[in-house]
């Protein structure tokens, strides 16, 4: 038998629903999905052909909530997830909401206060400066140890950022020690200031991470030197000094960073040094080239980076894309590009042809 609800039922229900509605804010899912097909010129000492996704940016989806306490105040949160499109696969060592996971709140005057799993100021202020935010992962600097690929995600953090004034950014972050065996479980402090105004932009970040989980062999297809153990290891320190700035002029933006790396043992210690310069240039509203050149020391080894990568819009949320990078390793270093195997040699060369949709 079926049951009607009266009219004089339904308007207070929808108006008990609507109320509930207002007071428990707005929720968002939002995503990417990058996918594509790669020509490796030497992946472990031959060439292939593979099919890759997660390059130019890695696919996630996640959830992003605000509710208003009044006052120009919100709690937020957001969780999001890294995962494999071709394999279904989390990301992020299997970890449900890997790449982000805080809650919070902000404030238009006083800034946001959030705690939880989250991102450095590499990653907030310097990253956007750099090739690898336009080509991805083969435009950035060996193993990632500056961070600017987002591969530090710092657990049990208390972040604070405010904008003062203008177009000045400033914050702070301090994570608890947790499991020293675990990547980004170490005690850590951060900070960064970006200022963008006009024509010009600059910024800086520091990072101090303890007990931080290293296999150098695998990571950069070299040792961090004969003083350092072989293979993983947990590193008892490692910091992170970079400088970055633009100048963007109508279509053309060119900019130039600076990282210096240092990781030490209670025995030993070793520093890592990248330079980089880029350009970016809006052909029209729907194409964009970019081309950039960086060197990385670790002495005795170098690391020598150009790449490259023409990008056409065919909506708002679509792109295909794409991009050539070159790499050139010496001093008893091989070539390695993030994600795919090393060389067998100081060389490679990865050509891309991608498409990457938002939502």
């Not at 109320?19 to 707005?26: I, P």
């Not at 729907?286 to 005795?300: E, K, L």
């Amino acid at each position: 038998m079926k049951r009607h609800l009266s009219p004089a039922l339904v308007l207070p229900a929808l108006l008990v629903v609507s109320s509930l509605a207002k007071a428990q804010g707005s929720v968002t899912l939002y995503g990417l999905i990058d996918t594509g097909i790669t020509y490796v010129s030497n992946a472990g000492g031959k060439s292939e052909v593979v099919a890759n996704d997660g390059i130019i940016q890695p696919s996630r989806f996640g959830f992003r909530g605000s509710e208003d306490l009044g006052g120009g105040t919100q709690a937020i949160f957001t969780l999001e997830n890294g995962f494999s499109l071709n394999t279904g696969a989390f990301s992020q060592s299997g970890l449900i909401f890997g790449r982000q996971a805080f809650v919070g709140v902000t404030n238009s005057r006083w800034g946001s206060l959030t705690l939880g799993r989250q991102y450095d100021f590499v990653w907030d202020y310097i990253t956007l400066f750099s090739m690898g935010s336009r080509i991805g992962a083969y435009g950035f600097h060996p193993g990632d140890y500056d961070h600017l690929g987002g591969s530090l995600r710092i657990n049990n953090a208390v972040k604070y950022s405010v904008q003062p004034i203008g177009g000045l950014s400033l914050g702070v972050l301090y994570a608890f020690g947790g499991q020293p065996a675990s990547a980004s479980n170490g005690r850590a402090v951060a900070a960064g200031a970006r200022y963008t105004g006009g024509i010009f932009s600059i910024a800086a970040a520091y990072n101090n991470v303890h007990d931080m989980p290293l296999n150098p062999s695998a990571q950069i297809a070299t040792s961090l030197g004969p003083s350092f153990p072989q293979g993983l290891f947990v590193a008892n320190n490692l910091q992170n000094i970079e400088l970055a700035a633009s100048v963007t002029v109508g279509p053309s933006s060119t900019r130039a960073l600076f990282t210096d790396t240092t990781i030490d043992t209670p025995s030993t210690s070793a520093t890592m040094r990248s330079y980089e310069v880029s350009e970016v240039y809006q052909f029209t509203p729907a194409i964009a080239f970019s081309a950039g050149y960086a060197f990385t020391r670790m002495s005795p080894a170098i690391w020598r980076n150009v790449s490259a990568v023409l990008d056409y819009s065919l909506s708002k949320r679509t792109d295909v894309y794409l991009s050539a990078a070159y790499q050139n390793a010496s001093g008893g270093a091989h070539a390695a590009f993030l994600t795919l195997p090393p060389s067998s040699n100081g060389h490679d060369t990865a050509v891309r042809i991608g498409m990457r949709t938002f939502f």
